[in-house]
């Protein structure tokens, strides 16, 4: 089955403590990219990816790291998260076309960092 | 000016009725335009894509795309409660490699 996975779907951690959410995919997409999501604000991207080793910023990275060393895999990590980083994630991919074509979605990860 | 902008609504309609949901964009150079579908707390799944200017219809939705007037909407017909949701708009690519969506319009049908 076709999808993008992320975990965990849910973390509570402390301001300063490290940590990384992982996503993967299994359709050999080049193109992924995080998002995070808060009432109002809608779905703001965070990070992209064009393929393997290419990365680039989006609307809201600080406080944000990724890296892409392969393909199907793109992590999201919080160096030293702060309480304002509490939000809905969301880890996507894209065919053929990046951008231009439809985005599949993970399941989300929502933070709480207290 | 934002990027993409929609009405937050909720937009309310009665069971039936049709629900129109509007998108406007800024980057002139955008060739793809998507409406993704988000239930409360999951993830948004796409439900109906546009390249061309004129209707595309599929089902119950039907997309409008104007890019002269950088304006895309999505018509609902016979909207039913399971319609639901939270509707996002995102303009594909253009200037730029980013995927941006707006930040949605909260649609209620009410039974």
Known sequence: EAQVTQNPRYLITVTGKKLTVTCSQNMNHEYMSWYRQDPGLGLRQIYYSMNVEVTDKGDVPEGYKVSRKEKRNFPLILESPSPNQTSLYFCASSGPGGPNTEAFFGQGTRLTVV | ?111
């Open chain 2, 1 to 111: 000016q934002k990027e993409v902008e929609q009405n937050s609504g909720p937009l309310s309609v009665p069971e039936g009725a049709i629900a129109s949901l509007n998108c406007t964009y800024s980057d002139r150079g955008s060739q793809s335009f998507f409406w993704y579908r988000q239930y409360s707390g999951k993830s948004p799944e796409l439900i109906m894509s546009i390249y061309s200017n004129g209707d595309k219809e599929d089902g119950r939705f039907t997309a409008q795309l104007n890019k002269a007037s950088q304006y895309v909407s999505l018509l609902i017909r016979d909207s039913q409660p399971s319609d639901s949701a939270t509707y996002l708009c995102a303009p594909g690519g253009g200037a730029t490699n980013k995927l941006i969506f707006g930040t949605g319009t909260l649609l209620a049908v009410q039974p």
